[in-house]
């Protein structure tokens, strides 16, 4: 019993080490005395023990590579570009991943590497950054032509940054920062003259109300005036006399007026007690002055 024991305990570890297990989404490369002998996926898979080994596995998901590619622009402007290439190993084409090639980073660094410092010399700083799909593309379509015989599928290619330099980034912003201001001068300047216009009009208009106003003031004052001596001459008192009356009435209003103000500085001219005869006089004495003067050159027409 003892004899057989180290035979069960060796037929046991051989038993086990023919069964091994594959992830999911996974490919293992088994080789037969170091020759390719299968692919086997995702499961408990079974090899012959000593003959059968696992040579590699493969990851079949989609895998992510960050280039970064330092490269100069057609002005002359060195800039950082960081490319996120997605990728897979083709299902079918395991065996090319696996045996074809052997450092697939590095080789996909390398196009990342070849195409944009191909395409981006031919741009400006700002062609960059509108343009950076187109070089995205590219890089897309220069990768798919070469790792497709090896077993690699590109999903997509992005131009996740474009990181020109910090002096260059400074005068960037510098630049954006004074247009910005030079629109915001235009808008203010847009703005006051706008005011400066409608002030203008608003003035204007004051003023032609204030005209139209003074007008209609003085027209109902002459209004007021004809229909006073039309009253006075209902009683007796001729045109002139009446139109002395009124004068002499205005300028007293006007003193009782000026002794209601507290405040008023006006001084009126004269002001002696004597002043309203005196007016009325000049007036009665410049009236029949006037009438004598017209009624002489009415004669010296007529004879004529």
Not at 95 to 104: I, N, R, S, T
Not at 105 to 116: A, K, L, P, R
Not at 180 to 207: C, M, N, P
Not at 225 to 234: A, H, I, R, W
Request: proline share 2%.
């Amino acid at each position: 019993m003892v004899v057989f024991f180290p035979i069960i305990f060796l037929a046991l570890v051989i038993l086990l080490a023919s069964f091994f297990i594959v992830k999911q989404q996974t490919a293992a490369i088994v080789e037969r005395f170091g020759r390719f002998q299968s692919i086997r996926h995702s499961g408990l898979q079974l090899k012959i023990p000593v003959a059968d080994r696992i040579a590699g596995k493969l990851s079949l998901k989609i895998q992510q590579l960050d280039v970064i590619v330092e490269t100069k622009t057609l002005d002359d402007v060195f800039v950082k570009l960081k490319v996120s290439v997605q990728y897979k190993v083709i299902r079918d084409k395991v065996y090319d991943a696996f045996y074809k090639l052997d450092y697939p980073h590095e080789q996909i660094t390398s196009y990342v590497f070849d195409v944009v410092r191909a395409e981006v010399p031919k741009m400006k700083l700002d062609d960059v950054f509108v343009k950076k799909d187109d070089i995205a593309i590219a890089v897309k379509s220069e990768l798919n032509d070469a790792m497709i015989d090896y077993g690699y599928d590109i999903i997509k290619t992005l131009v996740t940054d474009i990181d020109p330099d910090s002096q260059v980034k400074a005068a960037m912003n510098r630049i954006n920062a004074a247009e910005r201001e030079k629109v915001a001068a235009q808008y203010e300047g847009d703005a006051q003259r706008i005011l400066i216009v409608e002030k203008a009009k608003a003035e204007a208009e004051s003023k032609r109300l204030q005209g139209q106003g003074i007008a209609d003031q003085r027209r109902e004052i002459a209004r007021g005036l004809e229909e006073s001596v039309e009253v006075l001459n209902k009683v007796g008192i001729n045109s002139q006399e009446a139109s002395a009356l009124i004068v002499v009435t205005q300028h007293y209003d006007t003193l009782q007026s000026i002794g209601q103000e507290t405040n008023s500085n006006l001084i009126l001219l004269p002001n002696s007690p004597q002043a309203g005869s005196n007016m009325l006089n000049d007036m009665v004495a410049s009236f029949t002055a006037s009438n004598q003067i017209g009624e002489a050159m009415k004669k010296r027409g007529s004879k004529s």
